[in-house]
């Protein structure tokens, strides 16, 4: 009997060791399947993150279909120096054909007439090829304007959102690691109001710290998740994804103010822009001057007829050309207010860019003396990191001792967290300042791409 069972035996426990791996393995399937996000998030740099806003970014986007518009409009430009041609066709049917005394033909049962004319209106000025390089440069402009849109949309809504996911990772590992260092203490507490060497006074109050850094992790995963979905906003993110995290060093000196200056009179997009922006106006004021000369029409024609029945003195084809001289003497002032818009128009553009010139002038000097006082307060915020590093342990091993009461470790550890949220604010608030300054000389981009 025993042989016929034990074989039954090993084939069960067989069978039961195969389903329970194919359970297993299935259910490791599952959970990849449930979580990928998680385990294959893509990872970027705030380099990569520029990248991605510049082509998903539908603000952009928008302002790329300016330079658009503009190259259009060069292209309409060009097609004004052309000629224009046209083909005409008709045919006309009477209602009775009419003869004259002489049995002429005074009106035919029908007739057909076609032919094909080629115009060319140009002004004495030269207008047309004035209006041509306005055009050339209104590309220019519209080029500079969408170099500025996007210095200025990857300062304010990729960077600053960058380090604000960055802060709020920082600030969360922050409450994580307040939230062990409680919980240690609370245990601790627990342990010494047992042997009566504390109160328990000392235990409500590590239990109130503790529920307060829960409160504070709450928070701090909260402002996390947010952090992320405006970042993902911003930049065109549809996944989930982390930030890789880039180190640079302080830098060591930074260079004088004039220099800045210097640099971003020579870069800075927008200033560029309304540089063109004044020699555009200047060239419409010789628009305006050039309503003033007479223009000339040339013409060439090709034209043919048919009747039925035919007249003898029916012309079946010619081909002429024509010249006219056009001269406009009044216009009820007409071209002297357009002069006159036009001057006021030049004289308009150039107070904009020497008010511009100002503005940028000012903005640099705000960015450089940010950059100076973040850089000082990080100096100082790490000094500090350290000396409440130090001060916690040193407090926590007398409390060991009993050389400290609960109060003094529970400071500590508040000016430990007050020490540590204070240098990463100050860290990215660096690095931030940092970019503004490379914004504000018209480098950001140019730099990161």
């Known amino acids: 009997m025993n042989r016929i069972i034990q074989p039954q035996a090993n084939e069960a426990g067989e069978t039961m060791r195969k389903k329970f791996f194919l359970l297993a393995v299935g259910g490791f399937a599952l959970a990849l399947l449930a979580a990928p996000n998680s385990l294959f998030a893509a990872e970027y740099s705030l380099a990569e993150l520029y990248k991605l806003a510049l082509a998903r970014s539908e603000v952009l986007k928008v302002a790329e279909e300016n330079l658009v518009i503009a190259g259009i409009g060069k292209e309409k430009a060009v097609s004004y120096l052309l000629p224009r041609m046209t083909a005409t066709a008709g045919v006309t049917h009477y209602s009775e054909k009419k003869l004259g ?179 555009i106006v200047a060239d419409q004021v010789k628009i305006a001057e050039g309503a003033f000369w007479p223009t000339l029409s040339l013409s060439a024609v090709y034209s043919g007829a048919d009747q039925n029945p035919a007249s003898t003195n029916l012309n079946r084809e010619s081909i002429y050309g024509g010249a006219a001289l056009n001269f406009p003497f009044f216009e009820g002032g007409l071209r002297k207010a357009e002069l006159a818009e036009a001057k006021a128009r030049e004289r308009q553009a150039a107070l904009f860019y020497e008010d511009l010139k100002k503005g940028i002038g000012i903005e640099v000097q705000s960015a450089y003396l940010d950059l100076l006082t973040q850089k000082g307060i990080l100096q100082f915020l790490a000094d500090q990191l350290s000396f409440a590093r130090e001060n916690y342990q040193a407090v926590t091993r007398q409390f060991d001792f009993g050389l400290s009461n609960s109060l003094d470790v529970l400071d500590a550890n508040t000016l430990l967290v007050s020490a540590e949220t204070k240098a990463v604010s100050a860290l990215y608030n660096y690095r931030l300042a940092s970019l503004r300054m490379r914004k504000a000389i018209g480098m950001l981009l140019h730099d990161e791409s």
């Open 101 to 279: 005394a002489t049995n002429n033909i005074i009106q035919p049962e029908s007739s057909a007439a076609w032919g094909v004319r080629l115009d060319e209106t140009v002004s004495l000025s030269g207008r047309e090829l004035t209006a041509l390089g306005i055009s050339r440069q209104a590309v220019t402009k519209s080029r500079y304007d969408v170099t500025a849109i996007r210095e200025d949309y990857l300062l304010r809504f990729v960077a600053a959102a960058y380090y604000n996911v960055l802060m709020a990772r920082k600030v969360l590992a922050i409450a994580d690691a307040n939230l062990e260092r409680l919980s240690k203490y609370r245990e601790a507490t627990e342990k010494r109001l047992r042997i009566g060497e504390v109160t328990k006074t000392a235990l409500l109050r590590a239990e109130g710290e503790l529920s307060g850094a829960r409160s504070d992790r709450l928070q701090a995963q909260n402002a996390l998740d947010l952090a992320l979905a405006v970042l993902a906003r911003n930049v065109g993110i549809k996944d989930a994804f982390s930030l890789r995290e880039d180190e640079d060093a302080v830098a060591g000196e930074i260079p004088a103010l004039e220099a800045f200056r210097e640099k971003a009179f020579a870069t800075r997009a927008d200033l560029k822009s309304l540089e063109v922006q004044k020699q």
